[in-house]
């Protein structure tokens, strides 16, 4: 069993930053490919980065791509998605996931076994 809690969320202007961070306790010798996620209100939850087990393979989608830097401290248990150049349509709730897998399919919701509670990113334009 993994737990997940993420922090960091808030209000922030548009163009402003925030770093979330994703905390892992319970059983984290495994290692997990870990991937965060948004939901808007009234759309679906979206793939927006992951980062594999190692830390060498990173993916996001397009919609973040060169304002969204995913990033993991092994050591400390420790994900992070560094977010910059926010706009109103980054408003969501974040969620942090780990997938305890070998491959590594991170756009993949269905494959992740452990999802956190969320943080809210409020953007104001």
């Known amino acids: 069993q993994v737990e997940l809690v993420e922090s960091g969320g808030g209000l922030v202007q548009a163009g402003g930053s925030l770093r979330l961070s994703c905390a892992a306790s319970?059983?984290?010798?495994?290692?997990?490919?870990m991937g965060w996620f948004r939901q808007a209100p009234g759309k679906e939850r979206e793939f927006v980065a992951a980062?594999?087990?190692?830390?060498?393979?990173?993916v996001y989608a397009d919609s973040v791509k060169g304002r969204f830097t995913i990033s993991r401290d092994n050591a400390k248990n420790m994900v992070y998605l560094q977010v910059n150049s926010l706009t109103a349509e980054d408003t969501a709730v974040y969620y942090c996931?780990?997938?305890?897998?070998?491959?590594?399919?991170?756009?993949?919701?269905?494959?992740?076994?452990?999802w956190g509670q969320g943080t809210q990113v409020t953007v104001s334009s």
């Open positions: 980062i594999s087990r190692s830390g060498g393979t990173t």
């Open positions: 319970g059983r984290t010798d495994s290692r997990c490919h």
């Open positions: 996931a780990a997938d305890e897998a070998w491959g590594f399919q991170p756009k993949n919701q269905d494959v992740y076994d452990y």
